[in-house]
């Protein structure tokens, strides 16, 4: 269930941060001709007769021909990438990001009951010999519909909680490291407020940065459902923005 965790957090980074586009490149091949060229030259017949003795001169004929030459321009071929693979590809994540909703947690028992939809679970029989390896988890058993109930006592739970903001900071840390704007993201300890430490806020607003947002919301909304404090939607998420100045603005 970590890796799922993990695999999720990657998930909602990239489809809401990555810049989307793609490019159309068409496959083409040029090819010249060969060419020939062939030159003949043939002097002319020069007689001469004399008034006194018929006599007669042939100038020899000659022929020059020139070397036959062959220039054939190298075959080149340029594939256009596959963008089917890739399309299959991003249905398949956003297929997944909807399953979280699905994830069902109880906590009202003396264990915390866990079940992960078919759509989030990769290979049902890997995962569980996983979990029984774990000794975060009492049980692990498959269902019949794909999906897999995990249980766990409460405070094995709350070490899964932990492992699940470990996931988030080194994730926002490796995510924001290519931004321009953003120095930092922290959070309070239930993940129901995040700040977004910026260098200025005018340029954060103004550009692609802006949309971790997005993805700080959908992270809070799934750790709501594995702490069982779900969310009522990620609007309930309090997202602060403050620049260097430590001016504080609402997102």
């Known amino acids: 269930m970590k890796k799922l965790i993990s695999v999720t957090l990657a998930l909602t980074c990239m489809l809401n941060l990555a810049a989307c586009g793609s490019k159309d490149e068409s496959s083409g091949s040029s090819s010249s001709t060969a060419s020939t060229t062939e030159v003949t030259s043939q002097p002319t017949e020069a007689e001469t007769e004399s008034e006194t003795s018929e006599t007669t001169t042939k100038a020899p004929e000659t022929t020059t021909k020139a070397p036959e030459t062959t220039t054939?321009?190298?075959?080149?071929?340029?594939?256009?990438?596959?963008?089917?693979?890739?399309?299959?590809?991003s249905k398949d994540d956003l297929s997944q990001l909807d399953a979280i909703g699905d994830i069902a947690v109880d906590t009202s028992a003396d264990e915390v009951i866990i079940t992960i939809p078919a759509e989030l679970v990769s290979d049902q029989s890997e995962m569980i010999e996983e979990a029984r390896k774990d000794p975060l988890y009492t049980s692990a058993v498959p269902n019949d519909d794909g999906s897999i109930t995990y249980t766990m006592?409460?405070?094995s739970h709350q070490k899964l909680l932990e492992q699940m903001k470990d996931e988030f900071d080194s994730q926002?840390?490796?995510t924001i490291s290519g931004m321009t704007t953003i120095t930092s993201v922290s959070h309070n300890d239930d993940m129901t407020s995040f700040t977004i430490h910026v260098t200025d806020y005018d340029s954060y607003k103004s550009s692609s940065d802006g949309l971790i947002g997005l993805s700080i919301a959908m992270y809070?909304?799934?750790y709501g459902l594995f702490s069982g404090n779900q969310l009522e939607s990620m609007d309930s998420v309090d997202l602060h923005i403050v620049d260097a100045n430590g001016v504080e603005y609402d997102s």
């Open 72 to 89: 054939k321009a190298p075959e080149t071929t340029t594939e256009s990438p596959d963008t089917t693979e890739a399309s299959s590809d």
């Open 220 to 222: 809070a909304a799934m």
């Open 172 to 174: 926002m840390t490796e």
């Open 153 to 155: 006592t409460k405070e």
